[in-house]
Nanobody, 124 residues
Framework: QVQLVESGGGLVQAGGSLRLSCAAS????????VAWFRQAPGKEREFVAA????????NYADSVSGRFTISRDYAKNTAYVQMNNLKPEDTAVYYC?????????????????WGQGTQVTVSS
């Protein structure tokens, strides 16, 4: 059984940074695709970033490109997203997701496993 556990959320001022972690168990993330999504109140869950298996190609939403960096630590079986220059519009619950089958990176339906989410709040 695959489990994903996020951590690292919190309250930060605009311009600040946070690093979210996604610890996986039950399967190695190096052989799958791991992504971060977020959901703000009253809005649909949206794609943030993804990292693929093998070569570890990365993909980012336009709204976070240049500010967020997704990575993974094979030894810890953990994925991360480093979030810099945070803006109030980044406020949301952030979810980690994983898949070990071919998928459209940016669509929620392609991911079989999800974490419980971690709140990120950016104050102005």
């Amino acid at each position: 059984q695959v489990q994903l556990v996020e951590s690292g959320g919190g309250l930060v001022q605009a311009g600040g940074s946070l690093r979210l972690s996604c610890a996986a168990s039950g399967r190695t993330i190096s052989s799958g695709t791991v992504a971060w999504f977020r959901q703000a109140p009253g809005k649909e869950r949206e794609f943030v970033a993804a990292i693929t298996s093998g070569g570890g190609n990365t993909n980012y939403a336009d709204s976070v490109s240049g500010r967020f960096t997704i990575s993974r630590d094979y030894a810890k079986n953990t994925a991360y997203v480093q979030m810099n220059n945070l803006k109030p519009e980044d406020t949301a619950v952030y979810y980690c997701a994983a898949s070990w089958r071919p998928l459209n990176l940016r669509r929620t339906g392609g991911y079989d496993y999800w974490g419980q989410g971690t709140q990120v709040t950016v104050s102005s």
